[in-house]
């Protein structure tokens, strides 16, 4: 059954504008994607005929009109946007969101994010933990994400089950660490690959939503044993990589101390298969610059941007203009519990805030606008996850049905209404979401 959405429809095929169909009309196919996307019923299926590709779909044009075979769903005056993908969020830091934040990066691990992450161990613990971190992924409308876990199996099994239980997209990372940890938070490099190989035979199917994506910390954590392990088996299983990479200057002094051959800090990760040779998302690259930018560009590297964890464990700010106007890819992290606030809404509102920070120390370059920043968190950071993040043909239907009513729209325009909900808005707005098709209930706690 093919369902055909009427909504005020806003999103970002470019990063310099929204395409907005006031009263528009999308077609989602029963395989999940979008079909067609118009102003009107009549141009929707004239645009779904003119898109058929084989002369033998001359029945399938007809049944795109069949009454019977579509079901046309009316939204009112509701906004309809493509839903929020978070590339950069620790789910066993979550119990920790909105304390610790006077320390910097190093001894805030030291101090209170590794002994939090040590109770993982506890599968009972664990589950109470992520079924709260799921339930407000969900809140906030995030159906993608790129979740680091713990280094234990059964704690990182149970986040992934969750995940598939409410039917949203993840790639949820074992994390590898074995050096400069406490004892509790370290495991072999055998381990490690053993842990990896079972989540993979639980979770191997290529198109599904929840995959596992192979997660040394970063370089601190890792021995040179360990980090070629996680090359080895993201190239094996063809899985993507995600890290930390640029963020703090003691931490890449530390890096430079211990792989004393790199000639930069994502040259360290490369020398190890884990930079791009599969695909990689890096987590706040604050301070790449010369090479390292163009390794990223090279290899094409995602870059997660992570402004409210920069600005808590106070890193500095990350030149993304720059970044975007090189080419790089570029999303968002909200990096939980680093940073503060899961709403990726917000996140791009502390992104165009940072960026505005930089632009006054140097006009060279302009701020992020709301377009740019909106396109980053769906279509930009979307692609590490296939078709997703756009209302394209082709793209699967990942959307956040948005009720404003209580944001006083009246005499708003439709974008005012996008930007009023982006800026001063809530989960109280979103009524509906879908994750490739499928509308997703609350999940249970
Ligand atoms: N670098 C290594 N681990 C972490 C972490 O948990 N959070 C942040 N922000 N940076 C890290
Ligand atoms: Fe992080």
Same mark, same amino acid.
């Given at each position: 059954?093919?369902?055909?959405?009427?909504?005020?429809?806003?999103?970002?095929?470019? #990063?310099?504008?929204?395409?907005? *169909?006031?009263?528009?009309?999308?077609?989602?196919?029963?395989?999940?994607?979008?079909?067609?996307?118009?102003?009107? *019923?009549?141009?929707?299926?004239?645009?779904?005929?003119?898109?058929?590709?084989? %002369?033998?779909?001359?029945?399938?044009?007809? #049944?795109? =009109?069949?009454?019977?075979?579509?079901? &046309?769903?009316? *939204?009112?005056?509701?906004?309809?946007?493509?839903?929020?993908?978070?590339?950069?969020?620790?789910?066993?830091?979550?119990?920790? !969101?909105?304390?610790?934040?006077?320390?910097?990066?190093?001894?805030? =691990?030291?101090?209170?994010?590794?002994?939090?992450?040590?109770?993982?161990?506890?599968?009972?613990?664990?589950?109470?933990?992520?079924?709260? @971190?799921?339930?407000?992924?969900?809140?906030?409308?995030?159906?993608?994400?790129?979740? /680091?876990?713990?280094?234990?199996?059964?704690?990182?099994?149970?986040?992934?089950?969750?995940?598939?239980?409410?039917?949203?997209?993840?790639?949820?990372?074992?994390?590898?660490?074995?050096?400069?940890? %406490?004892?509790?938070?370290?495991?072999?490099?055998?381990?490690?690959?053993?842990?990896?190989?079972?989540?993979?035979?639980?979770?191997?199917?290529?198109?599904?939503?929840?995959?596992?994506?192979?997660?040394?910390?970063?370089?601190?954590?890792?021995?040179?044993?360990?980090?070629?392990?996680?090359?080895?088996?993201?190239?094996?299983?063809?899985?993507?990589?995600?890290?930390?990479?640029?963020?703090?200057?003691?931490?890449?002094?530390?890096?430079?101390?211990?792989?004393?051959?790199?000639?930069?800090?994502?040259?360290?990760?490369?020398?190890?298969?884990?930079?791009? !040779?599969?695909?990689?998302?890096?987590?706040?690259?604050?301070?790449?610059?010369?090479?390292? *930018?163009?390794?990223?560009?090279?290899?094409?590297?995602?870059?997660?941007?992570? %402004?409210?964890?920069?600005?808590?464990?106070?890193?500095?700010?990350?030149? &993304?203009?720059?970044? =975007?106007?090189?080419?790089?890819?570029?999303?968002?992290? $909200?990096?939980?519990?680093?940073?503060?606030?899961?709403?990726?809404?917000?996140?791009?509102?502390?992104? &165009?805030?940072?960026?505005?920070?930089?632009?006054?120390?140097?006009?060279?370059?302009?701020?992020?606008?709301? $377009?740019?920043?909106?396109?980053?968190?769906?279509?930009?950071?979307?692609?590490?996850?296939?078709?997703?993040?756009?209302?394209? %043909?082709?793209?699967? /239907?990942?959307?956040?049905?948005?009720?404003? #009513?209580?944001?006083?729209?009246?005499?708003?325009?439709?974008?005012?209404?996008?930007? #009023? @909900?982006?800026?001063?808005?809530?989960?109280?707005?979103?009524?509906?979401?879908?994750?490739?098709?499928?509308?997703?209930?609350?999940?249970?706690?």
């Amino acid at each position: 059954m093919k369902k055909v959405y009427k909504a005020h429809i806003l999103y970002t095929k470019e #990063r310099n504008r929204f395409e907005v *169909l006031e009263n528009g009309y999308i077609a989602v196919d029963s395989d999940g994607c979008v079909k067609g996307v118009a102003a009107d *019923l009549a141009s929707l299926v004239a645009d779904a005929s003119k898109r058929r590709t084989s %002369p033998a779909s001359d029945a399938s044009e007809r #049944r795109e =009109l069949d009454p019977d075979d579509t079901e &046309i769903i009316d *939204l009112g005056d509701r906004l309809l946007i493509p839903a929020m993908n978070d590339l950069h969020v620790h789910a066993p830091q979550y119990r920790n !969101q909105g304390i610790a934040m006077d320390l910097e990066l190093l001894p805030w =691990l030291q101090n209170y994010t590794f002994p939090e992450e040590m109770k993982y161990a506890d599968t009972e613990y664990a589950e109470r933990m992520y079924r709260r @971190f799921v339930r407000d992924l969900w809140r906030f409308g995030t159906m993608r994400s790129c979740v /680091f876990a713990t280094i234990h199996t059964e704690s990182t099994r149970i986040l992934m089950r969750l995940f598939r239980e409410a039917g949203m997209g993840a790639l949820v990372g074992k994390v590898g660490m074995n050096r400069n940890c %406490p004892e509790g938070l370290s495991e072999s490099v055998k381990q490690m690959v053993q842990g990896y190989e079972s989540l993979i035979a639980e979770f191997k199917e290529q198109d599904g939503l929840v995959r596992p994506i192979i997660t040394p910390r970063f370089i601190p954590s890792c021995t040179p044993e360990m980090l070629h392990a996680c090359g080895e088996l993201a190239a094996r299983y063809q899985l993507p990589v995600q890290s930390h990479l640029s963020e703090n200057k003691d931490e890449i002094a530390q890096v430079q101390r211990l792989e004393p051959e790199s000639t930069c800090y994502g040259d360290a990760y490369d020398r190890y298969g884990l930079f791009g !040779q599969t695909p990689t998302v890096m987590a706040h690259c604050v301070f790449t610059e010369g090479e390292e *930018l163009e390794l990223i560009k090279r290899h094409g590297v995602m870059v997660a941007h992570c %402004p409210t964890s920069n600005l808590n464990v106070t890193t500095g700010i990350a030149p &993304i203009r720059q970044f =975007l106007d090189e080419g790089l890819r570029v999303g968002f992290g $909200s990096d939980i519990s680093g940073g503060h606030d899961l709403s990726i809404f917000q996140i791009m509102v502390y992104a &165009i805030q940072m960026s505005k920070l930089h632009y006054q120390r140097n006009h060279a370059r302009a701020f992020l606008t709301l $377009s740019e920043a909106f396109w980053m968190a769906t279509k930009s950071a979307g692609s590490f996850f296939g078709q997703v993040g756009s209302f394209e %043909p082709g793209y699967e /239907f990942d959307a956040l049905v948005i009720d404003d #009513r209580d944001l006083n729209h009246d005499n708003y325009s439709l974008l005012e209404r996008l930007e #009023r @909900f982006i800026y001063i808005g809530d989960d109280r707005q979103i009524e509906k979401r879908f994750c490739r098709g499928k509308e997703i209930g609350a999940p249970k706690l």
